[in-house]
């Protein structure tokens, strides 16, 4: 516990003596919890959160975020759990802890500059607390500054990460003197000799122009005075990093990038600034185009300033940055500067609200201008996300609105990944496709080569994409299913005609599409199929029949004689829900407009009546003699009330190669119960199979079909269990 007296450090100091007491207790877990663990360096662990947490000191910020900053890597690297830190801790400081913990587990991967922005949006999107931001930067900083110690793979990789991530993010909240620090880290680290040299020179040019800058200094701050502005003026130093993307970007020499001196004035209020400026430009003379005003309108990050160039002594431009106390704190830490600058009596709320305050007319200022409408976006995605993002296998982020589901998710990969998903894994464990995604999920999609987009998903999917992708679909199987439908009609029509389907010309075809007003001879089968046109009619025009004569005339609506159905048609054939019809069963259809075919069994009860009173409605249909599908078939069960009943039928039903799709059981449970069951047959024969095997069982009463019920008849039955 040797560090222990650190936290006496008069860094620590503006806390309240319980807010350094607990910063002690958490010292002392945190120890303890790594205790034999060492950083790369040798150093023992505990020096990097100690460290962490005196980089955010110096930014001032509360109690609770030292703590979580003290204990970040324990959840990551030790045992300890968000229960034991939320028990020592509290719940605030367990949820910061958490927040860092999860930020942690994310890789970043790819280099490209989509990827990264995407990536800098997923983690500010991830830490609902900007804190977490807060000490995750101060986090990576402290990494950056011992760098040197970790092997040159890693460092470059963590360099890198450093610079297009982290640096980025550090800007965009306005930790300017944060941000500079992390890019020069990273430069040296990626580019060790181009480091050394511009280092170099850039020493060498300051040592060679110390007298002209130092000429420089002195008359602006003389003529500062003499027009009576309070003001206090520095040297600014050039950083290295920022020179050479100069010379990068505008093709220049070291000697003409460097030639340029930066100065910066502080003073009191804003009119000095333009005071100032003014006493300044009478001094040297102005670089035309050179003056840039981000006091009326700020940049995107909030930083706001006068910038100008001035021909100085000898020729060489000098630059000058013109602001306020104020100004300066959020030019150099931006976000933080609300903890920097609190008085005591803020509490935590009152700075959140505050930061968010400032964000929001961060916002505002952008909309005004209309500039950076970059920015704006980013406020809104980042700080108030209406936004997931989620990995794919590969790494790839892809950015979902919020809501958005497992089938979205398919949609956005691809249409053909869309059309064909069947089942999706969410960090490696199986969902179903309905699941809202959640940022930083890895997802997964399982496809099935015969898998097809089902209606329902229309209910749940966000994405327009994903729901026209469907409804396309759909609409496509549905126009094919009813087309295919209508080929076997009209094939029967012409046959009861006496003629012959597969003789029938491309010209005769042709010739009746014209005739019925069609564009193509697909067009006219799906509208057969959907009961938009009459088979028989058509069948008629095909042959160069008459029509018939007037007395006829019913007859002309007739259907044909028979149909075969497979049940696989799709949405063109649909089998009743009431009567369950399966192969083997004795069925009919009737077509309704628009809608395509229903096929019911032949003495299913809720049709007796339309059979009777409209019996041109009705087809005789016959069912395929080989059909690759189950159907479904429900069945009455009567059995003694006992335990374990339910287990029995169940394992007896699957043992006969049938599935239940659902039971629904009898309110009134006395000495027996009725369970109405839904089971997958293949046919008429595995469902007796399947009955014969129930009846041998003891406990089994009494035992049926269950056909033409109406539908509402099973509203006594509650507790309905959907078993798929
Ligand atoms: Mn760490």
């Given at each position: ?665 009898e309110e009134d449970r006395s000495v027996y119960t009725t369970m109405l069951l839904v089971i997958e047959v293949s046919n008429r024969k595995h469902l007796a199979r399947v009955m014969r095997a129930l009846r041998r069982l003891k406990d089994v009463l009494k035992i049926a079909r269950v056909k033409g019920q109406p539908a509402g008849a099973s509203a006594a039955a509650t507790g309905s269990v959907r078993l798929t």
């Amino acid at each position: 516990m040797a560090a222990a007296p650190a936290l006496n450090d008069p860094v620590f100091s503006y806390l309240k003596p319980a807010d350094v007491a607990r910063l002690g207790e958490a010292f002392r877990f945190s120890e303890t919890a790594h205790a034999g663990q060492t950083r790369q360096s040798g150093d023992p662990y505990i020096s990097h959160p100690l460290a962490v947490a005196e980089i955010l000191a110096a930014w001032r910020l509360d109690g609770q975020a030292l703590v979580a900053a003290l204990l970040h890597d324990v959840m990551e690297d030790t045992s300890v759990t968000k229960d034991e830190i939320s028990a020592t801790f509290g719940k605030p400081v367990a949820e910061l802890v958490d927040g860092l913990s999860k930020l942690d587990r994310i890789e970043f991967q790819s280099a490209e500059d989509a990827q990264a922005e995407n990536f800098r949006k997923m983690l500010l999107a991830m830490a609902r607390d900007v804190r977490v931001i807060l000490i995750k930067l101060a986090d990576r900083l402290h990494n950056m500054r011992t760098l040197g110690a970790v092997p040159l793979q890693k460092r470059r990789r963590i360099a890198r990460e450093t610079m297009e991530i982290y640096a980025p993010i550090a800007n965009r909240l306005g930790l300017n003197a944060l941000y500079q620090e992390l890019q020069e880290l990273s430069f040296s680290h990626l580019y060790p000799m181009r480091w050394r040299v511009l280092t170099r020179a850039v020493k060498a040019a300051r040592g060679n122009r110390r007298e002209v800058i130092g000429k420089s200094l002195e008359a602006i701050r003389r003529r500062l005075a003499d027009a009576g502005v309070e003001a206090s003026v520095s040297g600014r130093e050039k950083h290295v990093y920022s020179t050479y993307t100069k010379m990068v970007e505008k093709h220049l020499s070291f000697s003409e990038v460097h030639d340029i001196y930066g100065f910066r004035v502080i003073v009191k209020d804003v009119p000095a600034c333009y005071l100032a400026l003014g006493a300044l430009h009478g001094l040297y003379k102005p670089v035309p185009g050179k003056f840039k005003d981000y006091i009326a309108i700020p940049k995107a990050n909030g930083y706001r300033s006068l910038h100008t160039s001035l021909i100085g002594p000898f020729g060489a431009p000098i630059e000058l940055q013109i602001r306020t106390e104020q100004m300066h704190r959020i030019a150099e830490a931006g976000v933080a500067s609300h903890w920097m600058y609190k008085d005591d009596s803020t509490s935590l709320s009152d700075l959140q609200k505050q930061t968010h305050l400032w964000l929001q007319s961060l916002l505002e200022i952008q909309t005004q201008s209309g500039d950076s409408h970059e920015f704006l976006e980013h406020v809104k995605v980042d700080l108030f996300p209406d936004e997931v993002y989620v990995f794919t296998p590969k790494g790839t982020i892809l950015s979902l609105p919020r809501g958005a589901t497992a089938v979205d998710f398919a949609y956005l990969v691809h249409t053909d990944i869309g059309n064909r998903c069947v089942a999706a894994k969410v960090n490696g464990e199986l969902v179903p496709l309905r699941t809202e995604l959640r940022n930083g999920e890895r997802v997964e999609i399982i496809t099935a080569s015969h898998a097809k987009p089902n209606p329902a998903w229309l209910q749940y999917v966000r994405t327009g994409k994903a729901r026209s992708n469907i409804r396309h679909f759909l609409k496509t199987m549905q126009y094919e299913e009813s087309a295919a439908l209508g080929e076997r009609l009209l094939e029967q029509a012409v046959s009861a005609l006496g003629g012959n389907a597969a003789e029938i010309d491309t010209a005769n075809w042709e010739r009746v599409v014209r005739e019925v007003g069609s564009r193509a001879k697909q067009e006219v089968l799906a509208d057969i199929g959907l009961g938009k046109r009459l088979p028989a009619v058509v069948a008629r025009r095909l042959l160069r029949r008459a029509e018939p004569a007037r007395e006829d005339a019913r007859g002309s609506g007739k259907l044909p004689g028979r149909v075969t159905i497979q049940g696989t048609e799709g949405m063109a054939v649909q089998l009743a829900t009431c009567c369950r019809p399966i192969p083997g069963d004795q069925i009919v259809g009737s077509i309704k407009k628009g809608q395509g075919m229903v096929v019911h069994a032949a003495d299913c009860l809720q049709i007796v009546r339309s059979r009777r009173n409209a019996p041109d409605m009705w087809l005789d249909v016959d069912w395929d003699a080989a059909t690759p599908r189950l159907f479904n078939a429900a069945i009455q069960v009567t059995v003694a009330n006992q335990r374990g009943v339910l287990a029995k039928v169940a394992s007896e039903i699957a043992e006969a190669r049938s599935n239940i799709d659902s039971i629904s059981m009898e309110e009134d449970r006395s000495v027996y119960t009725t369970m109405l069951l839904v089971i997958e047959v293949s046919n008429r024969k595995h469902l007796a199979r399947v009955m014969r095997a129930l009846r041998r069982l003891k406990d089994v009463l009494k035992i049926a079909r269950v056909k033409g019920q109406p539908a509402g008849a099973s509203a006594a039955a509650t507790g309905s269990v959907r078993l798929t």
